[in-house]
C-alpha cells in the first residue's frame, strides 16, 4: 500500500540544474518525514537531506548545502530535491524515504522508493 516513487533523474552537465520528485502513497503526507539519500557504485548510501513535512523544516549536509534545497507539496504528496550547480560527484542513484523524523540516518526509515539515477558528466 505505501509507495514512494522518485522521478527526474537525468544526464546533466556540471553546473547544470535537476529537480528530483517523490510521491508519497499510503501514508498521511502531512505526519510524515522524508529523507533523501544516494548511492554512487562502490560507495555507500549517504543521508544528504530531509524534510519534516508537518512543520516544514530541514536538513542538507555540508558537502550539498548552499546548492540542494528539500521542499514538499501537500497537495501533490510529493516531496522535492532541488539540485543546482550539480557536480560530478553527485552522480549516483537517488532515493527517497520515509520516517517518523527529520532524519538522514538510513535505519528510521522504513518506506523506501527505488531510485532514479542522476549521471553529472559534459
Known amino acids: 500500500q505505501v509507495q514512494l516513487v522518485e522521478s527526474g533523474g537525468d544526464l546533466v552537465q556540471p553546473g547544470g540544474s535537476l529537480r528530483l520528485s517523490c510521491e508519497v502513497t499510503g501514508l498521511n503526507f502531512r505526519y510524515t518525514s522524508i529523507g533523501w539519500f544516494r548511492q554512487a557504485p562502490g560507495k555507500e548510501r549517504e543521508g544528504i537531506a530531509c524534510?519534516?513535512?508537518?512543520?516544514?523544516?530541514?536538513f542538507t549536509i555540508d558537502s550539498v548545502k548552499g546548492r540542494f534545497s528539500v521542499s514538499g507539496d501537500r497537495a501533490k504528496n510529493t516531496a522535492y530535491l532541488q539540485m543546482t550547480d550539480v557536480k560530478p560527484e553527485d552522480t549516483a542513484t537517488y532515493y527517497c524515504?520515509?520516517?517518523?523524523?527529520?532524519?538522514?540516518?538510513?535505519?528510521?526509515?522504513?518506506?523506501w522508493g527505488q531510485g532514479t539515477q542522476v549521471t553529472v558528466s559534459s
Open positions: 524534510i519534516s513535512i508537518n512543520d516544514g523544516s530541514t
Open positions: 524515504a520515509s520516517a517518523n523524523l527529520c532524519t538522514i540516518v538510513a535505519a528510521y526509515h522504513n518506506y
